[in-house]
């Protein structure tokens, strides 16, 4: 009877250790059973691959084509907040794609492994009577850093002066 007495403590003790270390694997403990959340940090290049395409290209001057740039993460969980910035380049000239009026710039996590989408929609423009870029620079939001690709769509029209192309929010991937 006095064993079983001086093991109840000692149990009770050990479980109350044991249950104020765990953690919900999303953090450190902050004490008192309350999870203490980890900061999680902005995307970067350096652990995003960068996949553009498959295209939907408009065909003709007048129709709209959509070109997909995908985002993986091969880093750690991070995230992005706000929106993405893009810019068409065309011998010397460059031009900002304009955020489509329904993008959020919500902040969004994205997992080790995980994608997100971004949709840029341009309408096509006449040979000679609109922009013809080369190129296409992907930025991040908040970063300085971005990355380049190669712009085989077409002529993008101009709308007063400026691409008649918008850019959309993230979107989850697979």
């Known amino acids: 009877m006095r064993a079983t007495a001086l093991l109840s403590p000692v149990a009770a003790l050990t479980a109350a250790l044991l ?3 765990c953690g919900d694997g999303d953090g450190d403990s902050g004490g008192e059973g309350t999870p203490k959340k980890t900061a999680v940090g902005a995307c970067a290049f350096g652990d995003l691959e960068m996949k553009v395409g498959p295209a939907n290209a408009a065909p003709a001057p007048g129709d709209s084509g959509n070109v997909p740039v995908t985002l993986t993460n091969k880093g750690a969980k991070c995230t992005l907040e706000g929106l993405p ?11 900002e794609v304009a955020p489509d009026p329904a993008a959020t710039g919500e902040k969004r996590t994205l997992a080790e492994g995980g994608s997100m989408t971004v949709i840029i ?3 096509r423009g006449e040979e000679g009577g609109g922009l013809a870029p080369k190129s296409a620079e992907f930025g991040l939001p908040g970063a300085d850093a971005t990355q380049d690709f190669p712009w085989s769509y077409g002529v993008v029209a101009l709308k007063d002066g400026k691409p008649d192309a918008t850019v959309s929010g993230f979107q989850q991937g697979d």
């Open 19 to 21: 249950l104020t270390s």
């Open 121 to 123: 929609t341009y309408v």
């Open 85 to 95: 910035s893009v810019t068409l380049t065309a011998d010397g000239t460059s031009a």
